[in-house]
C-alpha cells in the first residue's frame, strides 16, 4: 500500500507530541524537522515541503492558546488541515457537462495507465452515476491499445467505438462525438495515444483532438510509482493542453506517495480519481481529507 513508509514515520512523530499537555514552540519546531524529513523521504516536492512546513508553523504558532497551554492534539489537526489543503482540499468531482454528452479526453504517457483507467471512469459512470458512456479508441499508435479497449468494452457490455488504427485520432474523435450524440451516450470517453517520452508530435496531436473534440474534461493519468517523474509529466501536460484533472494510478503499489502530495501544489490540477489496483473496479474518487487522514492515522 502507498505511503506506508511516510505514515509510519508521521506517526511516530505525532505521537511524541499527541499527549502532550503543553506544547512549546522548541516541540513545534521539533516536530517540523521531523516531519519536514518524512516529506522528504516520500518524494514530496522540495518546494511544497518548504511551504507546507511554514505555513504548519504559523498557523500552529499563531494559535492564541498554543503560547501556554496547547494539547498535542490541536498540532495534530493543524498539520491534517494543512496536509488536506495541499491535496487539494475539497473533493473535486468529474465534469458534466449542461448539454450531453460529456466529453472527456484520457491523455498520459504510455503505460501509465491509461486504457485501463478508461475503462474503469465508464465502469464508476455507470454504477456511481447511472450514465451511459461509450469509449473511444484512439490511441492508434501503441500495439494492441484499440484492442485492450475493446475487451475491456465487452467485458462491461459497453460500446467501443473504433475506426482501426488507420484513421487519424481527429477524424476517430469527431465521428465517436457524433455517434454518441445519435447513441443517446452522455459520457464519451476518448482513449488517446501516449508515447514513452513527451514529445512534440504527441502534443500537437492531442491538441488537434482536444479542437475538434471539446472536451468537458482533461484527464491526465499519471503513474503514482514515478515519483517526482509524474510530477513533471503533469506540469508538461498541463502547459500544453490545460488538463483539468488527474488521475493517479498504482496507488496500491508500494510508492513512497510524493507525487499523490505534490501533483496539486506544483500543477494546481487536482487530483480526480485514484487506482488502486489493477481490476476494472478498482478506481476511487480522490478524497484529499481521507487522504490526509490515512496517511497520519
Ligand atoms: P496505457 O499504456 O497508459 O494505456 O496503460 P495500460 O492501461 O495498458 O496499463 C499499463 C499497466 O498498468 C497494465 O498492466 C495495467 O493493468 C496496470 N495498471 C493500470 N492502473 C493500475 C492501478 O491502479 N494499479 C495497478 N497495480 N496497476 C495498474
Known amino acids: 500500500m502507498a505511503f506506508e513508509g511516510l505514515a509510519e514515520r508521521l506517526q511516530g512523530t505525532l505521537t511524541k507530541i499527541r499527549g502532550k499537555g503543553k506544547v512549546s514552540e522548541t516541540d513545534v519546531k521539533e516536530m517540523m524537522r521531523e516531519v519536514r524529513l518524512a516529506l522528504l523521504e516520500a518524494d514530496v516536492n522540495?518546494?511544497?515541503?518548504?511551504?507546507?512546513?511554514?505555513?504548519?508553523?504559523?498557523?500552529?504558532?499563531?494559535?492564541?492558546?498554543?503560547?501556554?497551554?496547547?494539547?498535542?492534539?490541536?498540532?495534530?489537526?493543524?498539520?491534517?488541515?494543512?496536509?488536506?489543503?495541499?491535496?487539494?482540499?475539497?473533493?473535486?468531482?468529474?465534469?458534466?457537462?449542461?448539454?450531453?454528452?460529456?466529453?472527456?479526453?484520457?491523455?498520459?504517457?504510455?503505460?501509465?495507465?491509461?486504457?485501463?483507467?478508461?475503462?474503469?471512469?465508464?465502469?464508476?459512470?455507470?454504477?456511481?452515476?447511472?450514465?451511459?458512456?461509450?469509449?473511444?479508441?484512439?490511441?492508434?499508435?501503441?500495439?494492441?491499445?484499440?484492442?485492450?479497449?475493446?475487451?475491456?468494452?465487452?467485458?462491461?457490455?459497453?460500446?467501443?467505438?473504433?475506426?482501426?488504427?488507420?484513421?487519424?485520432?481527429?477524424?476517430?474523435?469527431?465521428?465517436?462525438?457524433?455517434k454518441a450524440k445519435e447513441d443517446h451516450h452522455d459520457y464519451v470517453l476518448i482513449d488517446t495515444a501516449g508515447r514513452l517520452h513527451i514529445d512534440e508530435t504527441l502534443m500537437d496531436e492531442l491538441k488537434q483532438v482536444k479542437e475538434i473534440a471539446k472536451p468537458d474534461e482533461i484527464l491526465l493519468v499519471v503513474d503514482a510509482m514515478t515519483g517526482q517523474d509524474a510530477v513533471n509529466v503533469a506540469e508538461s501536460f498541463n502547459e500544453q493542453l490545460d488538463v483539468t484533472g488527474v488521475v493517479l494510478t498504482k496507488l496500491d503499489g508500494d510508492t513512497r506517495g510524493g507525487a499523490a502530495i505534490s501533483v496539486k501544489a506544483v500543477t494546481n490540477t487536482p487530483i480526480k480519481f485514484a487506482g488502486m489496483g489493477e481490476k476494472i473496479d478498482q478506481l476511487e474518487p480522490f478524497h484529499p481529507d481521507r487522504m490526509a487522514s490515512r496517511i497520519l492515522g
Open 46 to 178: 522540495f518546494k511544497v515541503v518548504k511551504q507546507f512546513i511554514a505555513s504548519v508553523k504559523e498557523k500552529a504558532l499563531g494559535q492564541e492558546v498554543m503560547k501556554s497551554l496547547t494539547p498535542g492534539q490541536q498540532v495534530i489537526k493543524v498539520v491534517n488541515e494543512e496536509l488536506t489543503a495541499l491535496m487539494g482540499g475539497e473533493q473535486s468531482k468529474i465534469a458534466v457537462a449542461p448539454k450531453s454528452p460529456t466529453v472527456v479526453m484520457m491523455v498520459g504517457l504510455q503505460g501509465a495507465g491509461k486504457t485501463t483507467t478508461t475503462a474503469k471512469l465508464a465502469n464508476h459512470l455507470r454504477k456511481k452515476h447511472n450514465r451511459q458512456p461509450m469509449l473511444v479508441a484512439a490511441d492508434i499508435y501503441r500495439p494492441a491499445a484499440i484492442k485492450q479497449l475493446e475487451t475491456l468494452g465487452k467485458q462491461l457490455n459497453m460500446p467501443v467505438f473504433s475506426l482501426g488504427d488507420q484513421v487519424s485520432p481527429v477524424e476517430i474523435a469527431k465521428q465517436a462525438i457524433e
